[in-house]
């Protein structure tokens, strides 16, 4: 319950990361979330991923819309910037706030319902205008806060808890975020952390749009026989097609590098992306290649998962917009009023 405070207390031997800080401080209020919610494995994953990459928890602002999906920044991140928006609007908040500082971390959180429904068009413009943040879905296929009407991103044919078929045809939001223009796409679920992790450390160092979908069970309404975002039906369909390694820039690429089954991405920040291979050869740099891959893993019935396609070297919404270094919200007055002969000179050139 979050009216229940966690103990201050820590264990004297709990580790401390580069920053200063332990795990423990990375976590939000207890979860009042179903017992076994998808949700609650990838806020852990979340804290886990800001704990290891040793961000400062106050230069994160963590952003959602409504939903059980959207509740889940109260339950990490308990000391970072948090904005709980209207349903499906999340996007036009964190595109503002991005715009006015560019120097934090953001971190939007979001349900299928939040983003494949309500908050589709939303969703596709934060998409192409590249804003340097971390997207994550936290998708079960259904409006779990009211209750389990299908969502759109619910497979036609799917079943509902009470036996009906989804008679609709389904959104697939990794298709629709790399066909948008997002440079950093990625799949996976939530009962599988040994990937999340990584998956969101990488899309955090990523300087731009980078959004993940993680297939994440309800199981209070669409974990059945039937429904293909059950744990059994993620468990029996997941085919990954890589497994990544976050090497932060300081340190060495070289170790353990294996060429020909690993291929390793320089970001812009520095840091390094080794991808691991498991079976096929497959290239995350080539997009036509991940889009026909993600609808041949869609037409088989499989959970395409892992990274799926990345542009290392990305431009944000900054750069599209050729706006200063600094961030816009800390400019002054003289700064933005550049004086009468400057106006002048601006109007005599738009003669
Ligand atoms: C404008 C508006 N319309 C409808 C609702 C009702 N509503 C609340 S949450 C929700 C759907 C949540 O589904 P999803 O985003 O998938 O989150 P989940 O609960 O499944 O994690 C709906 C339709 C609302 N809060 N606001
Ligand atoms: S209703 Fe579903 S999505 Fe919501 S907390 Fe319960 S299991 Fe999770
Ligand atoms: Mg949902």
Redesign the pocket.
Known sequence: MTYIAKPKLHHPSLVKNKAGYTRREYEGAVSTLCAGCG?DSISAAIVQACYELDVLPHQIAKLS???????TPTYFLGASHGFNT???RMPSVMTGANLANRDLVYMGV??????????LGQFAHIMRRGVNMTYIV?????????KG?F?A?ADKGSIAKKGAANPDEAIDLVSLAILMGATFVGRSFSGDKQQMVPLIKAAMAHKGAAFLDIV?P?VAFNNHAGSTKSYDYVREHNEALNRIDVIESRDEITTEYDPGTATAVQQHDGSWLRLRKLGEEYDASDKIAAMKRVQEGLAAGEVVTGLLYVDALPKDLHQNLNTVDVPLNTLKTADLSPGAAALDRINASLR
Do not use: P, R
């Open positions: 949700h819309g409504i939903g059980c999906s959207s509740k209207v349903h499906g979001s349900g299928d319902g939040d983003s494949a429904s309500i908050g936290m998708n079960n296929g259904v409006y779990g806060l009211t009407q969502s991103t994440s309800c």
